[in-house]
T-cell receptor, first 113, second 113 residues
């Protein structure tokens, strides 16, 4: 199993550009989520999904969209990048919503200039 | 508001000694507490969890203690090794809040040879 994979590993955007961060897992996990990690802070939940076709907002959803058309994939879209979205983004998955052991991907470091 | 936090942002430990990482929380409704380890350039990795109705749980070289009276959580690492150098996060889950994970800011542990 590859586990949770994320692409790209690094990305630089200009303000106003849009892009999609990719996340995939091959563990047949129902629950997937996106977090952002800023210096000196813990991870903050952006969006999550309890299964294909179902998504919901987390703590900091503004400026981001998600969709879950398949169990395996959970892309995160930045609609119009802003410098405040400069961060490291982590995707995570677990077997179910109530499964506390979440598996995290390696992260995408995004810089918005 | 509710928050999960850590007492100290950094901890330096001599190799072979025991490490104690502390965490304070304010949400008395939390059902589970989890410790994650994040090595440089990687995503967080699950270490151990504890239910709110427990006081202590042991894993391999790690012990988590929960004191609900003072809302304090600690992670003890026995015989600290160089590979234990990482950032450690405590996180809480409230089942009635859709099982969302709330992370603290993290403690950076450095192991001295």
């Amino acid at each position: 199993n590859a586990g949770v994979t994320q692409t790209p590993k690094f990305q630089v955007l200009k303000t106003g550009q849009s892009m999609t961060l990719q996340c995939a897992q091959d563990m047949n996990h129902e629950y997937m989520s996106w977090y952002r990690q800023d210096p000196g802070m813990g991870l903050r939940l952006i969006h999550y999904s309890v299964g294909a076709g179902i998504t919901d907002q987390g703590e900091v959803p503004n400026g981001y969209n998600v969709s879950r058309s398949t169990t395996e994939d959970f892309p995160l879209r930045l609609l119009s990048a802003a410098p405040s979205q400069t961060s490291v983004y982590f995707c995570a998955s677990s077997y179910s919503q109530g499964e506390y052991e979440q598996y995290f991907g390696p992260g995408t470091r995004l810089t918005v200039t | 508001g509710e928050s999960v936090g850590l007492h100290l942002p950094t901890l330096s430990v001599q190799e072979g000694d025991n490490s104690i990482i502390n965490c304070a929380y304010s949400n008395s409704a939390s059902d589970y507490f989890i410790w994650y380890k994040q090595e440089s350039g990687k995503g967080p990795q699950f270490i151990i969890d504890i239910r709110s109705n427990m006081d202590k749980r042991q894993g391999q070289r790690v012990t988590v203690l929960l004191n609900k009276t003072v809302k304090h959580l600690s992670l003890q690492i026995a015989a600290t090794q160089p590979g234990d150098s990482a950032v450690y996060f405590c996180a809480e889950i409230e089942v009635s809040n859709d099982y969302k994970l709330s992370f603290g800011a993290g403690t950076t542990v450095t192991v001295r040879a």
